[in-house]
């Protein structure tokens, strides 16, 4: 059974500095990998989908990177705002629904 | 992009009562659905997945009379909370998924269910 791993689990940053969100699964046999964005109390925006052939997605200020045999991928945040601040989710996918780690909230101080 | 939306919002409900929550793909169809369930500062919590004109899967815990799932068409499916209870109350979101397992799945807004 898929196990996720998020850390850190929270993190407050100042705003405008550069950060890196960790995901990790334990079943590396997967066809792709979402990250999204869920704000409080709302639901799920969807940032970035990563193929399992591909290494890396890149949206705006947002670049995702996948290590597919070492059951890893990473969130990378540049010039971090305010508005960043919500909790960041990684959901691994095999043929199965996704399955979410516990997320990361992040803090993003003006 | 395609976009999945729920009805109600938000609900309050009296102990003891059922509720139902909507789930439809707007501009696409779709032949699988889930239905996940989020407490607070937790998860998502995958609860059952459900294929247009069959039967709905639970995850192991999940107790199948009292989640009633029917996806009756490609861009509908429902979840009724059956004789509700306070443990119940949570934020309840569906997701949808055009074909392939492999598939991107998109998500609706959620539903904030209250039992009182």
């Known amino acids: 059974k898929q196990e996720v791993t998020q850390i850190p689990a929270a993190l407050s940053v100042p705003e405008g500095e550069n950060l890196v969100l960790n995901c990790s699964f334990t079943?590396?046999?997967?066809?792709?990998l979402q990250w999204f964005r869920q704000d409080p109390g709302k639901g799920l925006t969807s940032l970035l989908l990563?193929?399992?052939?591909?290494r890396e997605q890149t949206s705006g200020r947002l670049n995702a990177s996948l290590d597919k045999s070492s059951g890893r991928s990473t969130l990378y945040i540049a010039a971090s705002q305010p508005g960043d601040s919500a909790t960041y989710l990684c959901a691994p996918r095999r043929n199965t629904p996704l399955v979410f780690g516990k997320g990361t909230r992040l803090s993003v101080i003006a | 992009g395609a976009v999945v939306s729920q009805h109600p919002s938000w609900v309050i409900c009296k102990s003891g009562t059922s509720v139902k929550i909507e789930c439809r793909s707007l501009?696409?169809?779709?032949?699988?659905m889930f239905w996940y369930r989020q407490f607070p500062k937790q998860s998502l919590m995958l609860m059952a997945t459900?294929?247009?004109?069959?039967?709905?899967?639970?995850e192991q815990g999940v107790e199948k009379d009292k989640f009633l799932i029917n996806h009756a068409s490609l861009t509908l499916s429902t979840l009724t909370v059956t004789s509700a209870h306070p443990e119940d109350s949570s934020f309840y979101i569906c997701?949808?998924?055009?074909?392939?397992?492999?598939?991107?799945?998109?998500f609706g807004p959620g539903t904030r269910l209250t039992v009182t």
């Open positions: 990563i193929q399992s052939s591909q």
């Open positions: 997701s949808a998924s055009i074909g392939a397992s492999s598939g991107e799945q998109y």
């Open positions: 079943d590396s046999a997967i066809y792709n």
């Open positions: 501009d696409f169809q779709a032949t699988t």
């Open positions: 459900s294929n247009e004109g069959s039967k709905a899967t639970y």
